[in-house]
C-alpha cells in the first residue's frame, strides 16, 4: 500500500479524527498512486496516522479508519451492518409506517463518500468516489444478509456522481430488480424515481420537518416553493390544509405531485400546481398565503459560491417575510454544506431587517438521526432550517 506523507504540522487535523486530507496538506507520495486507490496517510517523519482513499481533486484523501487494520470486504460488511443496526434501534426497519430511510451517511457513518438509501425493499448506492464504489462493489450482493431479507434489489446510482469526476460507470441493477413496492413515510404515499429522480430519487432528510408543518397546516394556505416531488404539499394535506400550492420550475416534478397526490386520494381541489421561478412567484403572491415552505437545492457546493448563494438566500427570505399575511409562519432552509448554522441564521436575518417586519424563531430544524453527524466533521451538518413567525 502507497504512502502518503504530510506536511509538518498537517496532521493536526487527523490527530482531531477529522476524515479529509487536502491535497495541500501532502508533502510527498512514496509511489505510485492512482485515484481510488488505498494509501497510508503518515506525518511527516513517518508516523502512522490513518489509512484511507485516495482521490483527485481538493479532497485528496478520504480516511476510513485511523487504525492499522485491513481494508477489505471484510471491513465495509462490518461497517455496514453496524450501520444497520443503528437504523433498525432508531425504529426504521420494519416499521409500517414508514419504509423510507437513509442506511448509511458517508462520514457520519464512518463511511466518507457513500450513501445509502432505502425505498422500501430497495437500496440506492451513490458512491462519491471511485475507491469508494470499488469497496462497496463486492458487498452489494450481501446486502440481503445484513438487511435480514429487507433488501431484495440493489441499484447502483453511483455513475451520476462520478460522471462530475469524469468517470464513466452506468446506473444499473447490482441485484434484483425494479420494485413496485409502495413507498410510505409517516404514513404518507410516495411514488419515487430513484432511477431518473434527483440524489437517489428523493430527500430523505426532511421527514421530521415534514411531519411539523402538518402540524400548522390545518386549515391555513400552504405555498410549497421549490416542491419537487411534492413531500411538504402532502403532509401539508393530510394536515388538513385548505389549499395547497405547489411551485417548482420543472413540469416533470410538478407531474409527480400530481401523481403522488392522486397516489394518497387526496381531494385534488385543495391542490393546485405552478410552474414558475420561485423569486419572482414571491415578489408579489396572488393571495394571502398563511405558510411558506422554501426548501431550495443548494445554492452553493463549493467554497467559491458561498457569496452568491448568500444573496441567493436573502433574496428568497427577504420576498417571502416582506410578502407573507401577518401572523403567517415560514420554513425556511439550507442545505449548501459551506453555508453554517450561524452563517443562514444571520442571513435570514438581514433579510429580515430588510423586510422591515417583526419576526420570531419558533423552531430551529436540523437533519433526523438516519442522517447523522460525525462529531469530528462538522461539514456533515448540512441541513439548517428555521421556522419563523412574522407578525
Known sequence: MTDVFLKPRKEQSLERRHPWVFSGAIKKIDGQVQNGDLVNVRANKGRFLAKGVYSEGSIAIRILSFEEEPIDEDFIFDQLKKAWEKRSALGLVENQTTNIFRWVHAEGDHLPGLIIDVYGDTAVIQAHSIGMHRLVLPVAERFMEISHGTIKNVFDKSGTTLKKQGIEIDNSYLLGEKSTSKLIENSVYFKIDWENGQKTGFFIDQRFNRNLLKRYSNEKIVLNTFCYTGGFSLYALQGGAS???????????????????EWNHFQSKKHETVKADAVEYLKQLPEDIDIIVLDPPAFAKHMSARHQAIQGYKRINSHAIRQ??????????????????????????????????KVRILHQLHQPADH???????????LKGLVLEVE
Not at 243 to 261: C, M, P, R
Open 372 to 382: 447523522p453527524i460525525n462529531i469530528y466533521h462538522p461539514e456533515g451538518e448540512y
Open 324 to 357: 407573507i399575511k401577518s401572523g403567517g409562519i415560514i420554513f425556511t432552509f439550507s442545505c449548501s454544506q459551506v453555508i453554517d448554522k450561524k452563517l443562514f441564521r444571520d442571513t435570514v436575518l438581514a433579510a429580515a431587517i430588510n423586510a422591515n417586519r
Open 243 to 261: 389549499k395547497v400550492i405547489s411551485l417548482d420550475s420543472s413540469q416533470s416534478a410538478l407531474e409527480l405531485v400530481e401523481e403522488n397526490i
